[in-house]
DNA sequence: CTCATTGTATACCGAACGGTATAAACTGTC
DNA sequence: GACAGTTTATACCGTTCGGTATACAATGAG
């Protein structure tokens, strides 16, 4: 592993545990076995390694839930899928994902919003897309796409918070009928 | 209001705004209209304001809560009352919400998250002392009362967290078929 | 009036912050 | 072996951070 990428997963490690603002450069450098000048090389500043950080971790599960998320003419199948995506991706990248989390629920108005903010735009428009889609399925949803989506998002982050604190091992494993019964529980609470 | 009672007030909107950390204590001694002097005498430190704002605010939200989880030999009765005060809690004071909401979830080893942690245990505490005493109604949980009261816990903070990115208004209104829909969504969730 | 307590302001501290100027090693190419 | 581009280290910058020593008003009690 060359030292751009060590450095990638050393601010990964420290902002997942003690979060970004709370964290300096000095010590991100050090714990990578780099100098300062050498993070400043390959990364213009802190909010720059952050954004980069996130663009490199989020951009492989934004594809895979891209694909996930196209409308196969029903609704449970698609949010099953899209939920299997995110289950996926939580298993193989649990300290990501919680960061995610954080950044996620964080200050509207703190760099570390800003910096989630394309990440959480592109998860909603896939999810809303979604939703679009069904409208046919589902009927008239009065606008309320924006809101479902979100609700959504919420109840499978939830879910993955929910294991991350309840199970002994580090991963986090989401069986299919597991999925089945969340998107269920979802979906019943929309049609009633 | 007195100067003690307007840092804390000032405290609450930039660290809702911007989060704990980003925000040091000169600005909030100046947006407070003191100096910084005044700040230490009434708080010994940055954390300890930040404790303090925690505990002023959480313990009437705690004291309504612990009224409301007192079991009256009907789970979703009780679930609703506890549903209800959070929700009026998160009506009267949404800054202070959304600010717990985002340290609920911020990195493990943190100072915000060690500042929250005595009120994330009490929550928690009430919550599971509802399922504990619903074991009759249930049957057995089978030591699942845990699992039962995070998810519920999560569940009315998303529900909150989509109310206040959704409403235009400052404040968060739920009805009381909202809170009964939420409810009875949840424990189907559970029952099945 | 005196005196202790509460409350506020001026001015300052050392440390850590994010960030950089400069230059020396490396690396492969010709 | 000279050269260009990449990668690293030394040493430093100005700024802001959380926190404080000191002193001066205000206040009510005796």
């Known amino acids: 592993m060359d030292n751009r990428e060590r450095i990638l997963e050393t601010a990964l490690e420290l902002f997942y545990a003690r979060g970004y603002d709370a964290v300096g450069v000095q010590e991100i450098a050090e714990k990578s076995g780099v100098t300062k000048p050498t993070l ?5 500043s802190k909010y720059g390694l952050l954004e980069e950080l996130l663009r490199s971790r989020g951009e492989p599960f934004l594809e895979a839930l891209h694909q996930a998320c196209v ?9 099953c899928a899209a939920a299997r995506t995110v289950a996926d991706f939580a298993w193989k990248e649990p300290k990501f994902s919680i960061l995610f989390v954080a950044q996620y629920y964080s200050a509207r108005e703190s ?26 399925d589902l009927g008239n949803m009065h606008g309320r796409q ?15 918070i929910m294991k991350h604190e309840t199970e002994e091992t580090e991963g ?14 979802f979906m019943h609470g929309i049609y009633s």
């Not at 570390?112 to 046919?136: C, H, M, S, T, W």
Request: hydrophobic share 45%; glycine share 6%; charged share 25%.
């Open 172 to 185: 986090i494993a989401v069986s299919e009928q597991e999925i089945e019964a969340l998107v269920h529980q």
């Open 111 to 136: 760099e570390v919003y800003q910096a989630v903010r394309p990440l959480v735009v592109r998860l909603q428009k896939e999810i809303e897309g979604v939703f679009d889609a069904a409208a046919d």
């Open 71 to 79: 409308y196969r003419g029903d609704l449970k199948d698609t949010l």
């Open 40 to 44: 400043y090389y390959y990364f213009k």
């Open 146 to 160: 924006r809101q479902f989506s979100l609700g959504f998002i919420g109840l499978v982050i939830l879910y993955l």
